[in-house]
């Protein structure tokens, strides 16, 4: 009983926070709830065929396959990652999404989950597109198959993250603890050897996602230490230069009676330099709104900025 209440404050306090993956999460359920009140309204309307109501759903808002279809509805390169007909679908992307956003959010920002979603999906759907267009197999299907779900989004997600902090590890019912860089192998393995038995598009816009995860999480590990806002980069320099080599005038502290020494500048300068790599960790984990305002006027002195 007090498991499930402890789950139930858990599951609140997670959307009333407002953050980037619960909005994710919400703004998919809302589309998900509007899809099954269209369903309503063709029924009012005397078209009780849901067949009808999922066709022009997926005509207005689901990603063609078709490039001429694709330029008369542009838009639908990112209504797709939002949209789900079935609900163990949605549910399934959801958990999934939900599980990998916040390990993501443990180590990285809020806008580089939003910016992997969006980019991921768009990987994913121009994958799809390219594959549908490329290979002769797609021929004959490409003029009604369509593209959507927040697969490929997901899968970009777990992807990045995964290959980020490899050896973070969940544990999991019947399987025990299992590193989630495997996991994110696995799926990619059953995503590329599934095409052939079934949902082809699917299974291909989820490896444009993992791909572009992937690379992305290449480019955070070469960056991680400068990627919240564009401030760091020139912060960065300027600490640099800081500590660069070169003449220093020593001069005496006001309320001493003698002029600070090579070894007092020296201590002082190697206790600096640990507390600002501790602060750069700590953005690195948390981004930069993770840090407390003592510590961004820190930074903001040491790098000969006022704060």
Not at 133 to 155: C, E, H, L, R, Y
């Amino acid at each position: 009983m007090n498991y499930s209440r402890n789950l139930s404050d858990e599951i609140k306090h997670f959307f009333r926070g407002g953050s980037v993956l619960a909005i994710l999460i919400l703004v998919n359920l809302g589309v998900w709830i509007l899809t099954k009140a269209v369903y309503v309204i063709f029924f009012l309307y005397n078209h009780p065929d849901v067949t009808l109501a999922d066709n022009w759903i997926l005509h207005y808002f689901a990603l063609p396959a078709n490039p001429v279809y694709l330029a008369s509805r542009p838009w639908t390169l990112v209504t797709y990652m939002f949209l789900h007909i079935d609900f163990w679908h949605i549910i399934f992307n959801m958990l999934w999404l939900f599980w990998f956003g916040r390990i993501f959010m443990e180590y990285l920002t809020s806008r580089q989950l939003l910016f992997t979603y969006f980019a991921g999906g768009l990987a994913g759907g121009l994958l799809y597109i390219l594959a549908f267009n490329f290979f002769p197999k797609f021929q004959d299907t490409i003029d009604i198959s369509v593209a959507f779900g927040a697969s490929a989004s997901v899968m970009a997600i777990v992807t990045a993250i995964s290959f980020f902090v490899p050896n973070y590890s969940i544990q999991l019912i019947f399987i025990g603890r299992i590193r989630i860089l495997y996991l994110a192998i696995i799926l990619f393995v059953f995503d590329f050897f599934a095409i052939p038995t079934g949902n082809a598009g699917g299974h291909i816009a989820h490896i444009g996602g993992a791909f572009f995860g992937y690379f992305f999480s290449l480019y955070l590990r070469k960056t991680r230490y400068a990627y919240s806002t564009g401030i760091f980069t020139s912060l960065l320099k300027n600490i640099g230069r800081l500590f660069s080599p070169g003449p220093r005038v020593s001069s005496p502290h006001p309320n001493s009676a003698r002029p600070k020494t090579d070894e007092d500048y020296n201590v002082e300068k190697n206790s600096r330099q640990k507390r600002i790599d501790t602060i750069l960790e700590k953005i690195s984990r948390g981004g930069y709104d993770s840090l407390t305002k003592e510590e961004k006027d820190f930074l903001f002195r040491s790098s000969g900025k006022n704060s």
